[in-house]
């Protein structure tokens, strides 16, 4: 199956060798997880669990944008926290991200992250043509 890649240099640069997001020959866009670095400094942002959320989530609209879709085409959301007491601030910034009807998701707790983060998330997004 042939792949096919997004690369947004408006996002952080990849940390490893993987592409900000790829997909195949299906109706699906794979968004490899982000974590809180700021693209411009190339550090982690300044903050606690919602500042850190946040950043997260602006990549991740960097890297939709750079690939003609948005929050809107999310169908699944995999989140990785260091803690679970960071669920409900996490979640109240999702909350801000996603409207109804929500994209499925999971929330796992994790002894660690790249660059000591705090939070990682990846997403799947639909490649349909939009009507």
Do not use: C, W
């Not at 490899?32 to 670095?37: A, K, L």
């Not at 919602?50 to 999310?74: C, G, I």
């Amino acid at each position: 199956m042939p792949r096919s890649v997004v690369t947004d240099p408006s996002a952080p640069a990849p940390v490893g060798p993987y592409s900000h997001a790829a997909s195949g020959t299906g109706e699906l866009l794979y968004l490899s997880g982000q974590t809180p670095i700021d693209p411009v400094t190339g550090t982690l942002a300044d903050g606690g669990i919602e500042v850190q959320t946040e950043r997260v989530f602006a990549n991740l609209a960097s890297v939709l944008a750079a690939a003609n879709r948005s929050f809107d085409d999310v169908v699944k959301v995999n989140v990785y926290l260091i803690d679970m007491t960071d669920f409900a601030a996490m979640n109240s910034v999702y909350a801000r991200v996603f409207s109804p009807p929500y994209p499925a998701r999971t929330t796992v707790a994790v002894a660690g992250l790249p660059l000591g983060a705090r939070v990682e998330v990846e997403l799947v997004a639909s490649t349909s043509a939009r009507t």
